[in-house]
């Protein structure tokens, strides 16, 4: 078959690469200039979630009135943005919590066997390095922390509970004073530099060939008979004055664009609740080596990652919840360094001297978040569309999975995923 993958990220990318290993001839459609460089750019290093930093349950949001969980409320929401942080509280339950990682874990999994399959094939070297500790700041939150440790014992994930003092002898960069609760080791769990990964991905695919980028062109609109399917795209910028619109055919449309994702669905006649989520990194050089450490770093609470990458620190984090309709808008200095200020100060609280924040490179993305915590994937309104997005901020990963399950769907098989998790993850489920 013919397939059109719409949008470039991980997501988009992994996608197009399942097709292809499926046996499928596949166009991706980029508005950049090349993969990459949308909110890929700034994921975090984390590759796969564990259930401490999903982005739902007890401790996600449990202070929704200040900064303190790293989420950063703006001013003036509306009525479906307050719905939307409504329905994420459902999820602090333990009970519901449980329910809801249980029905995610088997696509974690799937994930992990497919990103080894990648790796394992081509040799790939995309900064992957072992052991994430994540850290808790007070018993509160230790207490709140409970239910993930009982997953955790539940799936047996390998993993250690340290006392502040055993977290500071694993990792000589956290510091014993303050005093915190403790932390958690995963010493199996990786970090890793998603950008290069998908730019890893993109040669691979354009060595083997039946994998068309089309970078630099959006798409405006999906169009879906019981024949074929097509995508409509913009001019191009250097276009002359007709502005004629291009249309690119297939047998079916996988729509992976991230935040772009929604109007694009919108406009075919699907709305999905997703929000969008702005997010923020810095990516700073070392300052002392003495200080660094050889571990990636979690504030397991506000969510904020730090992670070594060669010679810097890649510390992401620093949401920002708005209004859906305030997002293409600039978010204002005040609050951009108020969002930054939280990473900052992560770093300067677990390891101090490490990062030299005044040299750091900031960068703001927008992604997308499901009031239910899970991604979208699967088949939508029309045999030939698919959707694969909602992803949100915890584990890039997710990616390899979510486009192997797009590609058995597409081709008509089985997916290998149990029924439970299939029905969790469909479009349909907000209906």
């Given at each position: 078959?013919?397939?059109?993958?719409?949008?470039?990220?991980?997501?988009?990318?992994?996608?197009a690469?399942?097709?292809?290993?499926?046996?499928?001839?596949?166009?991706?459609?980029?508005?950049?200039?090349?993969?990459?460089?949308?909110?890929?750019?700034g994921?975090?290093?984390?590759?796969?979630?564990?259930?401490?930093?999903?982005?739902f349950?007890?401790?996600?949001?449990a202070?929704?009135?200040?900064?303190?969980n790293?989420?950063?409320?703006?001013?003036?929401?509306?009525?479906?943005?307050?719905?939307?942080?409504?329905?994420?509280?459902?999820w602090?339950?333990?009970?519901?919590?449980?329910?809801?990682?249980?029905?995610?874990?088997?696509?974690?999994?799937?994930?992990?066997?497919?990103?080894?399959?990648?790796?394992?094939?081509?040799?790939?070297?995309?900064?992957?390095?072992?052991?994430?500790?994540?850290l808790?700041?007070?018993?509160?939150?230790?207490?709140?922390?409970?239910?993930?440790?009982?997953?955790?014992?539940?799936f047996?994930?390998?993993?250690?509970?340290?006392?502040?003092?055993e977290?500071?002898?694993?990792?000589?960069?956290v510091?014993?004073?303050?005093?915190?609760a403790?932390?958690?080791?995963f010493?199996?769990e990786?970090?890793?530099?998603?950008?290069?990964?998908?730019?890893?991905?993109?040669?691979?695919?354009?060595?083997?060939?039946?994998?068309q980028f089309?970078?630099?062109?959006?798409?405006?609109?999906?169009?879906?008979?019981?024949?074929?399917?097509?995508?409509?795209?913009?001019p191009?910028?250097?276009?002359?004055?007709?502005?004629?619109v291009?249309?690119?055919?297939?047998?079916?449309?996988?729509?992976?664009?991230?935040?772009?994702?929604?109007?694009?669905?919108?406009?075919?006649?699907?709305?999905?609740?997703?929000?969008?989520?702005r997010?923020?990194?810095?990516?700073?050089?070392?300052?002392?080596?003495?200080?660094?450490?050889?571990?990636?770093?979690?504030?397991?609470?506000?969510?904020?990652?730090?992670s070594r990458?060669?010679?810097?620190l890649?510390?992401?984090?620093?949401?920002v919840?708005?209004s859906?309709?305030?997002?293409?808008?600039?978010?204002?200095?005040?609050?951009?360094r108020?969002?930054?200020?939280?990473?900052?100060?992560?770093?300067?609280?677990?390891?101090?001297?490490?990062?030299?924040?005044?040299?750091?490179?900031?960068?703001?993305?927008?992604?997308?978040?499901?009031?239910?915590?899970?991604?979208?994937?699967?088949?939508a309104?029309?045999?030939?569309?698919?959707?694969?997005?909602?992803?949100?901020?915890?584990?890039?990963?997710?990616?390899?999975?979510?486009?192997?399950?797009?590609?058995?769907l597409?081709?008509?098989?089985?997916?290998?995923?149990?029924?439970?998790?299939?029905?969790?993850?469909?479009?349909?489920?907000f209906?």
């Amino acid at each position: 078959m013919d397939v059109i993958v719409i949008g470039g990220g991980i997501a988009g990318v992994a996608t197009a690469y399942q097709l292809r290993a499926a046996g499928h001839r596949v166009c991706v459609v980029e508005r950049h200039a090349t993969v990459a460089q949308g909110a890929t750019y700034g994921q975090g290093g984390n590759v796969l979630p564990t259930p401490l930093d999903v982005w739902f349950g007890p401790t996600f949001m449990a202070s929704r009135h200040n900064a303190k969980n790293g989420v950063i409320n703006k001013a003036g929401f509306n009525g479906a943005a307050r719905q939307f942080v409504k329905q994420l509280a459902e999820w602090q339950e333990p009970a519901a919590f449980t329910r809801q990682y249980t029905l995610l874990r088997p696509l974690i999994e799937a994930s992990r066997e497919a990103m080894a399959d990648v790796e394992g094939r081509f040799g790939l070297e995309f900064e992957q390095a072992s052991g994430i500790l994540y850290l808790v700041r007070a018993a509160q939150e230790w207490e709140q922390s409970a239910s993930a440790l009982d997953l955790l014992r539940q799936f047996e994930v390998p993993h250690h509970v340290l006392s502040p003092a055993e977290c500071a002898a694993f990792e000589h960069a956290v510091p014993t004073e303050p005093e915190f609760a403790g932390g958690v080791l995963f010493e199996h769990e990786r970090t890793a530099n998603c950008p290069l990964f998908t730019k890893l991905i993109k040669q691979v695919l354009d060595n083997q060939g039946d994998v068309q980028f089309m970078a630099g062109r959006e798409a405006t609109s999906i169009r879906l008979d019981s024949q074929r399917a097509a995508v409509e795209l913009a001019p191009r910028e250097n276009a002359s004055r007709s502005r004629e619109v291009d249309v690119i055919q297939a047998d079916a449309v996988v729509v992976a664009a991230g935040y772009g994702s929604l109007s694009l669905l919108e406009r075919a006649g699907l709305q999905l609740p997703l929000h969008p989520l702005r997010l923020h990194s810095l990516v700073a050089p070392i300052a002392h080596e003495e200080f660094a450490p050889h571990v990636a770093i979690v504030d397991a609470v506000k969510r904020i990652g730090v992670s070594r990458m060669n010679h810097r620190l890649r510390i992401a984090g620093g949401a920002v919840l708005q209004s859906a309709g305030q997002v293409d808008k600039p978010l204002g200095d005040a609050l951009t360094r108020e969002a930054l200020a939280l990473l900052g100060q992560a770093t300067h609280d677990w390891i101090p001297g490490a990062a030299r924040i005044s040299a750091a490179l900031p960068w703001e993305g927008v992604k997308l978040l499901s009031p239910d915590g899970l991604p979208v994937i699967g088949n939508a309104l029309h045999p030939r569309l698919f959707v694969n997005a909602g992803h949100g901020p915890a584990g890039w990963g997710l990616a390899c999975g979510a486009g192997k399950l797009i590609a058995e769907l597409v081709s008509g098989q089985t997916p290998a995923l149990p029924a439970d998790t299939l029905a969790a993850l469909r479009p349909e489920r907000f209906r």
